[in-house]
């Protein structure tokens, strides 16, 4: 829709009307990211603007002026239409409501959040369900406009599902973008420490490698530091309101303008998504209505502990799920798994044979002319195409080639997959997890490898891996502090139970940190268990889960205590999926499938 209007700035507002400071120009958005050239200095243009108008109006208000007229919307106005992207479902629906840029201060402006919609098609509706499908960082919309149907299959009919581009994120106004424009970000970090990984020598006890790691972590730091004095410049005072706590407060009132004041609210997290979610709940335990939280993150290591902490408590399945990934491998064989080497390997030898190629390249980095764009194989880049594909079973047979194809010398498939495993955002990540986070101290570079090689030892030999592709470290250089922030109690008594699901072998967000929040709930939640490996329960889908979740949402009904989905076919997902389905059945477990490896190209 932005792509038709334009969004005007001050200077054209109506005399009488109130100034918000979402001054924006998505004329400049509609030609496309590639073209920003010019960004940095219309941000000054708009910030003078913004200045002088701030001064003589404080408002509420969030101008548009089309080709024919000229629109004032309000705080708790919403419009929809219909959706003009590509890919978008039949029936989808696009649009957005204006809401509070600061629900403490009212007079600070407003914020435009992007919503996609795909109505319930059962006849018997029951309300609006919101999605977030994790990052954080990730837009939502899509999760509406080109998965509703879908969607409708895991959740059932009942619900119109609502996808939404969190504050700071996609088209939501405003949005955090800190570097001048597309490819710069990223520019600035390729070939970094944060590009490239963190290289781990083979043996830990010896102080070279603590130097060597001590060394890698300096720059990372002095990296993050400067993207965030970045931010600062471009962004000001505009990150103060990010966070989880206004995403939750924007999902609180904007089902209240769609489904009335008061009503339920409901609600569908996968990582990132349940921090989101255990906030709502615990902010707004009256309204809970139907939530269902897949992939647990513990929301108070999330806002009490720095992140290079979390690891202790966050990967402590990431073991199980790589001993996972190389025994499907080994069971399926070279045919679909190029790391075996014959049929019936031992998983071991397999994994040895990867883990010796991963000290190799430690001392000799392989050199890479024909990937994409052309780079070097280190060690730890290796480290995190593996940790990136072990979060992800349906990656596991072209991460297997192409780390076979590395292993025989030609690493630009591993390079390709590797780099498209990474999202690059700008900071609209660390905008959300940074203003979470408890102001900090700065750690030593000394405190935080040794935080690390205590993990490597102890938890996982994936430890900085999961630093890297996971970006929410360095905020103890973020420059602001937001209005509000939300330090619990996390175990609220709720009004409705909810649903915990987890799975066996995530090695992000394992089942330890579910049992943990579920037990921490009480009689409020309730845990659904699934035997599988990947990130979320979602990533390696069951008919059981699909089944649970559909109850659920249907009536409230809960899984019985101690439930545990088994997984419905090889673990090495099978492209075709699991045989002998009845026709329902499959469609069910397809459509649970296509979102999980959309949110994947995500
Ligand atoms: C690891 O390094 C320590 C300290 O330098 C040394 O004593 C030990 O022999 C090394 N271990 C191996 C397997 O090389
Ligand atoms: C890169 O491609 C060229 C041309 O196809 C080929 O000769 C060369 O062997 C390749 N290099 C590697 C390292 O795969
Ligand atoms: C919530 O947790 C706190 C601290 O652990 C505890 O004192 C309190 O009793 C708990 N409240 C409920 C409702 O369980």
């Excluded at 629900?103 to 959040?113: E, H, L, N, Q, S």
């Excluded at 781990?200 to 990372?220: C, F, M, S, W, Y």
Aim: with cysteine.
């Amino acid at each position: 829709m932005t792509n038709h209007h334009s969004w005007e700035a001050a200077e054209k507002l109506p005399r009488d009307g109130l100034i918000s400071p979402v001054v924006n120009d998505s004329r400049a958005r509609s030609r496309g990211r590639a073209s920003r050239g010019t960004w940095l200095g219309r941000m000054a243009v708009l910030a003078g603007l913004y200045l002088v108008y701030t001064a003589a109006f404080k408002g509420h208000i969030f101008f548009e002026k089309t080709a024919d007229a000229s629109i004032v919307y309000h705080i708790g106005d919403v419009k929809w239409g219909p959706c003009t992207g590509e890919g978008e479902v039949e029936g989808a629906e696009c649009g957005f409501a204006i809401v509070p840029l600061d629900y403490t201060d009212r007079d600070a402006g407003v914020a435009k959040i992007a919503l996609g919609r795909y109505k319930s098609t059962s006849g018997n509706r029951k309300g609006s369900v919101f999605l977030n499908p994790g990052g954080p960082g990730s837009p939502g919309k899509w999760l509406a406009t080109q998965m509703g149907p879908y969607v409708h299959m895991l959740l059932g009919e009942d619900y119109d599902v609502i996808g939404f581009d969190p504050r700071g994120i996609g088209e939501t106004e405003p949005q955090t973008q800190c570097f001048p424009g597309p490819g710069t970000h990223f520019a600035f970090i390729a070939n970094t420490v944060l590009e490239h990984g963190f290289d781990v020598g083979p043996n830990l006890t010896d102080p070279k490698i603590r130097d060597h790691l001590i060394h890698q972590q300096r720059e990372a730091d002095a990296l993050w530091q400067t993207q965030m004095q970045v931010c600062e410049q471009t962004m000001g005072d505009k990150l103060r309101y990010m966070g989880t706590v206004n995403i939750a407060r924007d999902i609180e009132f904007i089902t209240s303008l769609l489904d009335g004041e008061g009503a339920p609210i409901n609600y569908y997290g996968l990582s990132y998504g349940t921090v989101l979610g255990q906030f709502l709940v615990n902010m707004f335990p009256d309204r809970v209505g139907r939530v269902v939280l897949d992939g647990v993150v513990d929301a108070v290591d999330w806002t009490t502990l720095p992140a290079y902490k979390w690891g202790r408590h966050l990967q402590t399945s990431s073991e199980t799920a790589y001993k996972r990934f190389m025994s499907a491998c080994a069971e399926v064989g070279p045919l679909r798994c190029a790391l075996a080497k014959k049929d019936n390997e031992d998983p071991d030898v397999i994994m040895s044979r990867v883990e010796s190629f991963i000290e190799h390249l430690h001392f000799h980095p392989l050199a890479v002319p024909n990937a994409t764009a052309p780079g070097i194989l280190t060690s730890g880049r290796a480290r995190l195409l593996l940790f990136a594909a072990i979060e992800a079973p349906e990656l596991w047979s072209i991460a297997a080639l192409a780390l076979d194809m590395a292993m025989n010398g030609d690493g630009s498939a591993a390079l390709d997959v590797q780099r498209a495993s990474i999202h690059y955002d700008d900071l609209q990540r660390s905008a959300i997890s940074c203003n979470d986070n408890t102001v900090l101290n700065a750690p030593t570079a000394e405190e935080v490898v040794d935080e690390h090689l205590w993990v490597l030892e102890h938890v996982t030999r994936f430890s900085l891996a999961g630093m890297v592709l996971e970006t929410d470290f360095g905020c103890h250089h973020w420059p602001v502090t937001p209005p509000e922030r939300f330090s619990g109690p996390w175990n609220h008594t709720l009004r409705n139970p909810i649903l915990i699901v987890s799975n066996t072998a995530d090695p992000i967000t394992p089942l330890a940190t579910g049992q943990l929040v579920n037990d921490r709930f009480g009689s409020s939640s309730r845990l659904l268990v699934q035997d599988s490996a990947g990130h979320c329960a979602l990533a390696m889908p069951s008919l059981c889960m699909i089944g649970n979740m559909r109850a659920f949402f249907a009536d409230g009904t809960l899984p019985e205590e101690g439930t545990v989905c088994p997984m419905d076919g090889s673990q090495f997902p099978d492209p075709d999926g699991p045989s002998m389905l009845s026709v329902e059945d499959k469609k069910r477990f397809e459509s649970a499938r296509r979102v999980a490896k959309a949110m994947l190209k995500k």
